[in-house]
């Protein structure tokens, strides 16, 4: 019998077992590690919520910061979501109820505050909420810039009056597209900002919004993470819920999870997206033991975003029998991969791919392994593994 959709939300390179536990005949459906008795269907998937990720009037780093001192790098990245644009503008915070943020500029660059993807994770359909008064803008502008390091003003975010003002906008796909564009992941996300000499403003409301997956305590969990550590909540059914963004070392891998599988080296780094990897040399990749099973005619789909540095030519292959002549080891076709672009893989599983991988010594047999498929340097991040 087929129960339908199992959504995981993001593991990078990462592999997807056909057996584990009961008869691959019996239609069982797939499900993680520890989340139910056997080859049965684990519990349901959480439904997203639709959640408050960060609002300026709760947050209690800013509020409790001292009013009318300047705010420099540390007060910023000592807690808040929100990150000083760099630059020599002022922003402070102004004793109100409660507490509100002001910004001077001294510069027309476009100077502000940037909403980081790595603290947000923005999705289509996030919501952001921004109000309070323009003292000073000339002939400047207050504005959501989805580049940068550039300016590509969201349209109907653009404010050139003093005065009272409010901004309301839904992120849309594009949005969300731009910001994935953008060249440094250290950077990548949003940027409020004021395009004039001597501009002023203070915002009383900053708030953002958008569904988001519960974590797996019950209560919501902010910008998309799980427990508040940045990364998509799918990584707790694997183990990864107490390990920070960055990269992992090599005894912080949770039990299904065999970095290095093939040969050459690899490296490993949590990001809001997702897990990336990145080969050093060699073959190397990964391979994750699923905790139940694949069966005839499930779809298997993995989404993956390339590397900034990815070769023409490079190529994601998703290995199910590494006993098998070339042409017979990989799992569907390979994927074309170009920098900094997204790509997908989707396979229906057949009786044949499931009897190959059960008679499989490499990967062992349980697991698939997701690697580049030319040797060298390069990375990739996996977004998102379904089973349908």
């Known amino acids: 019998m087929k129960l339908g959709k199992f959504v995981f939300a993001a593991l990078a390179i990462a592999a997807i077992a056909l057996a584990g536990c009961g008869n691959p005949s019996d239609g069982t459906v797939f499900m993680p590690p520890g989340t139910g008795p056997g080859p049965g269907p684990g519990p349901a998937p959480v439904e997203p919520v639709w959640t408050t990720i960060f609002d300026l009037s709760a947050d209690e780093h800013f509020q409790g910061l001292a009013p009318g001192a300047g705010l420099d790098e540390e007060d910023v990245f000592g807690g808040m979501m929100l990150v000083i644009a760099g630059g020599s503008q002022t922003i402070d915070v102004v004793a109100s109820s409660p507490n ?5 500029t001294d510069a027309d660059w476009g100077q502000g505050f940037d909403l980081r993807q790595s603290a947000f994770n923005f999705v289509a359909g996030d919501t952001i909420h921004m109000a309070g008064t323009i003292a000073s803008i000339g002939s400047g ?96 059914n694997w183990g990864w819920d107490d390990l920070p963004l960055g990269p992992v070392a090599g005894g912080d891998f949770p039990a299904d999870f065999a970095p290095g599988g093939g040969s050459g080296d690899v490296t490993f780094e949590l990001v809001p997206e997702g897990l990336r990897v990145t080969t050093i040399a060699g073959w190397a990749g990964f391979d994750l033991a699923f905790g139940g099973i694949l069966s005839d005619g499930d779809t298997l789909r993995i989404e993956v975003i390339a590397g900034a ?19 017979d080891q990989r799992l569907g076709d390979l994927i074309s991969l170009t920098a900094g672009e997204a790509a997908v893989f989707e396979h229906v599983l057949t009786p044949a791919n499931i009897a190959a991988n059960l008679g499989s010594s490499n990967p062992p047999p349980g697991n698939i392994r997701v690697r580049l498929n030319n040797p060298g340097v390069g990375s990739f991040i996996i977004t998102n593994i379904s089973v349908d």
């Open 100 to 104: 509100a943020l002001r910004l001077t």
């Open 141 to 236: 502008r207050l504005q959501i810039n989805r580049n940068v390091g550039g300016e590509d003003a969201i349209y109907g975010t653009v404010i050139t009056e003093n005065g009272a003002f409010a901004i309301d906008h839904a992120l849309t796909q594009s949005d969300v597209d731009s910001i994935a564009a953008q060249a440094s992941d250290a950077t990548r996300g949003l940027r409020v900002e004021l395009r004039v000499v001597g501009g002023v403003v203070t915002f009383t409301e900053i708030r953002v919004e958008g569904y988001r997956i519960p974590d797996a305590d019950g209560g919501d969990n902010g910008a998309g993470d799980n427990g508040g550590n940045g990364m998509p909540a799918w990584l707790g």
């Open 309 to 327: 540095g990815t070769p023409v030519g490079q190529q994601l292959m998703i290995q199910h029998d590494g006993d098998a002549g070339w042409d």
